[in-house]
């Protein structure tokens, strides 16, 4: 049987955002440690696409941070290869940060799963399953 601790969430991000996330966590762009020199991955009109697309919730999915089930995700192909004008970033330079859907709900933070069947036409999103996390505490810390 599989347990909540065992179910992994893999964070793709660039090897030089290491440090600032070993000082201050993941954070987002609007957190008040957001790392002011943060090396982005991926299709930036994604990105774009992700921070006007507005949730159920009343917040913008781009306010959430990306996490996938699998560390082969299309994505990934990518961010090596360089499609969808993208950068192409060698796989050295690429690194996951790891967790757990347990250490999700021990932490108490919101989260939502997209799916690429519901999202395709607006993110054209690859991913077959997302967990987003809002790593956007109530102090506004992460």
């Not at 913008?60 to 941070?65: C, N, S, V, W």
């Not at 060698?90 to 069947?117: G, W």
Request: charged share 15%; net charge positive.
């Amino acid at each position: 049987m599989l347990t909540l601790h065992k179910i992994y969430l893999f964070r793709m991000t660039h090897i030089e955002n290491i440090p600032h996330i070993l000082q201050h966590g993941i954070t987002h762009s609007a957190s008040i440690n957001a790392n002011p020199t943060f090396k982005p991955l991926g299709d930036r009109s994604l990105i774009e696409t992700r921070n006007n697309f507005l949730l159920n919730n009343g917040k913008r999915l781009g306010e959430y941070i990306p996490f996938y089930f699998g560390v082969r995700t299309p994505m990934l192909y990518v961010v090596q290869h360089g499609f969808n004008m993208v950068t192409p970033v060698p796989a050295e330079n690429i690194v996951y940060c790891v967790s757990s859907v347990q250490k999700i709900k021990e932490h108490r933070l919101d989260f939502i799963f997209t799916m690429v069947t519901q999202l395709t036409a607006y993110l054209r999103n690859t991913q077959l399953t997302i967990l987003t996390i809002s790593l956007i505490s109530s102090t506004g810390n992460r």
